[in-house]
């Protein structure tokens, strides 16, 4: 059933449907996401080291 659906799905995102303006999901032009990218690794990288630590 996924051979079926995910072709037709690949047509849903068109650029007539497309929006401006700030939303959640950022896109690859957009720096806004350069914070929540380096946070969230910053976050992964020291909660990575407490679980070492705990072992």
């Known amino acids: 059933m996924k051979t079926l659906i995910a072709p ?4 849903a995102a068109t650029p007539a449907l497309a929006h401006s303006g700030m939303h959640i999901h ?3 032009n957009d ?3 350069l914070p929540l990218l380096f946070g969230g690794l910053l976050t992964a990288a020291v909660a990575s080291l407490i679980w070492a ?3």
Do not use: E, M, S
């Open 53 to 55: 630590r705990l072992k």
């Open 8 to 11: 037709l799905l690949t047509f």
């Open 31 to 33: 720096a806004t996401w």
């Open 26 to 28: 950022p896109h690859a």
